[in-house]
DNA sequence: GATGTTGCTGCAATACGTTGCAATAACGAC
DNA sequence: GTCGTTATTGCAACGTATTGCAGCAACATC
């Protein structure tokens, strides 16, 4: 981590040092307020401003990706073993992952349509799952 | 839009009319906040949380829709001609429809393979376009 | 080890949205 | 028109996230 960040003129720090401990310790998903409020377990005098730019970084650093819940709230997730979408039933809360495959007829559509690249990452879907219809 | 209301057991307000009569007048995509700006040049003693009570009262007759942007914020829109998602570029902020037909693909395939039944008028891609490729 | 540069932090303010609760008022019935 | 029921409102507090800015500290250099 501290040399990536140096390739780029970046700082290693003591609250970046913390955020990556907690986010090896993560696994699946987590909203973004349940990341300041588990580096502030570690450390409580954690600001969320710190957080959240932090979690920039690593995003642009690869190291994390975020989507969004259906209530528009910040998932994040660690290095994931394959990029994938989000999957939300709106009746029973369910979540699931989109792989790559699934998504596939939808990226290739807008790709070869628009030209447009998708952020599969990014890509949150909701809707009803079977059992709840 | 009273009986509609009636029909339910739910009551037809001054502020309900002030709301309907600001989504009467707008077009296209508008983000909740602004909705609650719009309603308050009309009556300035309009409060955010009735707004938006409201708002998902219209959601459940169907008078409305919502989304996300990229940024995880609300965006309403009115009785589209069609449903429809939404394609928002990162880079340079562009914004886009999904036509169904476009959209068919994701769906036929989360529908048939999952029995996941897809709200495309919440689905919203994230990527970069053509342009700013 | 001291020094300068500049990336980072913490703070305070702001924006967007939601929720619990007590008071209000829309509505139907008489 | 009056009255009772109960849906709705407004308020206050809270949750989540972003931004400008002044002071701080990580780092490279010597
Ligand atoms: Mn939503
Ligand atoms: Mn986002
Ligand atoms: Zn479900
Ligand atoms: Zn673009």
């Known amino acids: 981590m501290r040399e990536r960040l140096h ?25 973004g307020a349940v990341l300041v409020e588990r580096c502030r377990e570690q450390d409580p005098s954690t600001t969320p401003s710190t957080v959240y730019r932090t979690l920039e970084v690593l995003e642009e650093l690869g190291i994390v990706r975020h989507g969004h819940g259906p209530d528009g709230r910040q998932q994040y997730h660690v290095l994931p073993d394959a990029e ?22 939808i990226v290739a559509a807008l790709e070869s349509g628009r030209g447009f690249a998708v952020d599969l990452s990014h890509v949150t879907i909701v809707g009803r ?3 709840c219809r």
């Open 84 to 105: 994938h979408g989000h999957l939300h039933c709106r009746a029973c809360g369910g979540a699931w992952e989109i792989s790559a495959d699934e998504a596939a007829s």
């Open 7 to 31: 390739a780029r003129g970046l700082r290693w720090t003591p609250q970046r040092r913390a955020l990556v401990t907690v986010l090896s310790r993560t696994h699946g998903h987590v909203t």
């Open 129 to 131: 799952c079977r059992d």
